[in-house]
């Protein structure tokens, strides 16, 4: 059995109010995840989350766009912040730009997303309300980790619900925000402990390796 190395000092990028990122101070105050939130960067200033993060007593940075600046640039700007924290896990957690390939690629491995669907259903934006227009019966969360292809990281855990006939797209998003606030908390938790890691592009929880993501039911409440 191979056990990863262990990756205990999380950077979590954020744009707006970062409920999976209190989930996750959440989970390590609470012992669940044994690393630490070692900062919380926004590339918007006014991110809700940022001063949520900083009133936990985290470090947080806002990296905005300045005008005309490259993706390249801003995003070498991005990894020089992340690194001067020592951070070994990327966690996105609502960050809403598209990172630049070599940012990607730099921290491949390394950099985990959540997305609000199941992919590789709904890639994407508005992906509640793309659930209803295609009547799926089932919706969900995904943990992934992060490749250059948007949202098309191999998925380490899933979590699904019933989609009912009086759902629409905010229940929707109140429901799977639930799922998520669990799903990612613990798979960051997985990564934390050196149990998960990638190994020859496949996500490995305790040595094994995941042919498909792991998939757990939640009711409705
Ligand atoms: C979540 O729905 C997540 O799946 C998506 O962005 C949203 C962030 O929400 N990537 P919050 O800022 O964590 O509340």
């Given at each position: 059995m191979s056990i990863a190395r262990p990756a205990r000092r999380i950077a979590v990028l954020i744009s707006g109010t970062g409920s999976n990122m209190l989930a996750l101070l959440d989970a390590c105050a609470r012992g669940d995840v044994a690393g630490e939130v070692v900062t919380v960067i926004s590339?918007?200033?006014?991110?809700a989350g940022l001063s949520k993060a900083a009133a936990r007593g985290v470090p947080v940075e806002a990296i905005p766009y300045e005008p005309g600046e490259s993706r390249h640039d801003h995003d070498l700007r991005l990894r020089r912040a992340i690194e001067q924290r020592g951070a070994d896990l990327v966690v996105l957690a609502g960050y809403m730009r598209i990172l630049d390939v070599q940012f990607v690629q730099h921290f491949a491995d390394r950099m985990l997303n959540i997305h609000p669907s199941l992919l590789p259903r709904h890639k994407g934006l508005h992906t509640h309300r793309r659930v209803l227009e295609a009547g799926d019966l089932v919706h969900g969360a995904s943990v992934h980790y992060v490749t250059p292809e948007l949202d098309g990281g191999p998925c380490v855990l899933q979590g699904y619900l019933a989609v009912r006939a009086g759902d629409d797209a905010e229940s929707l998003r109140l429901a799977v925000h639930r799922i998520e606030h669990v799903i990612y908390p613990r798979v960051v938790g997985w990564a934390a402990s050196g149990r998960l890691t990638i190994l020859d592009g496949l996500p490995t929880l305790d040595g094994v390796p995941l042919q498909q993501p792991l998939r757990e039911e939640f009711a409705r409440s």
């Amino acid at each position: 059995m191979s056990i990863a190395r262990p990756a205990r000092r999380i950077a979590v990028l954020i744009s707006g109010t970062g409920s999976n990122m209190l989930a996750l101070l959440d989970a390590c105050a609470r012992g669940d995840v044994a690393g630490e939130v070692v900062t919380v960067i926004s590339d918007q200033p006014q991110a809700a989350g940022l001063s949520k993060a900083a009133a936990r007593g985290v470090p947080v940075e806002a990296i905005p766009y300045e005008p005309g600046e490259s993706r390249h640039d801003h995003d070498l700007r991005l990894r020089r912040a992340i690194e001067q924290r020592g951070a070994d896990l990327v966690v996105l957690a609502g960050y809403m730009r598209i990172l630049d390939v070599q940012f990607v690629q730099h921290f491949a491995d390394r950099m985990l997303n959540i997305h609000p669907s199941l992919l590789p259903r709904h890639k994407g934006l508005h992906t509640h309300r793309r659930v209803l227009e295609a009547g799926d019966l089932v919706h969900g969360a995904s943990v992934h980790y992060v490749t250059p292809e948007l949202d098309g990281g191999p998925c380490v855990l899933q979590g699904y619900l019933a989609v009912r006939a009086g759902d629409d797209a905010e229940s929707l998003r109140l429901a799977v925000h639930r799922i998520e606030h669990v799903i990612y908390p613990r798979v960051v938790g997985w990564a934390a402990s050196g149990r998960l890691t990638i190994l020859d592009g496949l996500p490995t929880l305790d040595g094994v390796p995941l042919q498909q993501p792991l998939r757990e039911e939640f009711a409705r409440s």
